[in-house]
T-cell receptor, first 114, second 111 residues
Framework: DTGVSQDPRHKITKRGQNVTFRCDPISEHNRLYWYRQTLGQGPEFLTYFQNEAQLEKSRLLSDRFSAERPKGSFSTLEIQRTEQGDSAMYLC????????????FGPGTRLTVL | GEDVEQSLFLSVREGDSSVINCTYTDSSSTYLYWYKQEPGAGLQLLTY?????DMKQDQRLTVLLNKKDKHLSLRIADTQTGDSAIYFC???????????FGAGTRLAVHP
């Protein structure tokens, strides 16, 4: 049983560029979440999907951020026109249908915006 | 509002018990969680408690919940060097699927 996987693990980009991250949840987990974690802080919620439907979005998710989960399996998080303040660890988590309260996290994608 | 507070640092001797404390503000919280994060690793779900419970035990871990004071604690018995990590408390507000995390407590275990 593999855990949540995220790709890439590290991304360095220049300010103004677009970046896209991918998350593959644990097999048959129907719920998927994106969080962001900056140094010395706990994760902050960004958005939540149940199957392919995006049901919750944080006000942290500005117009430059968009997330999709087109077939209810993997998800992508895109950041357009990156800013230095976007530098953070982007975490993905998933929950099974049988235990929706349990969120299992992936290793994260570390984004550095120069 | 939604806020979770934790002390930043705890140092214990190997073999002693560790107690990590957390307070939260949202009285509608349905579940409360403890996660562990080791350097360079993702968040590991340690345990969680439903808000209508006041205690949960799982091997060396004991979670105590005082709903009246909105206080959650995690006790680790017989603390080992492998327990050195950052421990995050989190709440799940009622009606939501998101988790609200504290800033984490760094646990250092010394011989």
């Amino acid at each position: 049983d593999t855990g949540v996987s995220q790709d890439p693990r590290h991304k360095i980009t220049k300010r103004g560029q677009n970046v896209t991250f991918r998350c593959d949840p644990i097999s048959e987990h129907n719920r998927l979440y994106w969080y962001r974690q900056t140094l010395g802080q706990g994760p902050e919620f960004l958005t939540y999907f149940q199957n392919e439907a995006q049901l919750e979005k944080s006000r942290l998710l500005s117009d430059r951020f968009s997330a999709e989960r087109p077939k209810g399996s993997f998800s992508t998080l895109e950041i357009q026109r990156t800013e230095q303040g976007d530098s953070a660890m982007y975490l993905c988590a998933s929950s099974p249908r049988t235990a929706p309260s349990e969120q299992f996290f992936g290793p994260g994608t570390r984004l550095t915006v120069l | 509002g939604e806020d979770v507070e934790q002390s930043l640092f705890l140092s214990v001797r190997e073999g002693d018990s560790s107690v990590i404390n957390c307070t939260y503000t949202d009285s509608s919280s349905t579940y409360l969680y403890w996660y562990k994060q080791e350097p360079g690793a993702g968040l590991q779900l340690l345990t969680y408690i439903f808000s209508n419970m006041d205690m949960k035990q799982d091997q060396r871990l004991t979670v105590l919940l005082n709903k009246k004071d909105k206080h959650l604690s995690l006790r680790i018995a017989d603390t080992q060097t492998g327990d050195s990590a950052i421990y995050f408390c989190a709440e799940r507000p009622g009606g939501y699927n998101k988790l609200i995390f504290g800033a984490g407590t760094r646990l250092a275990v010394h011989p």
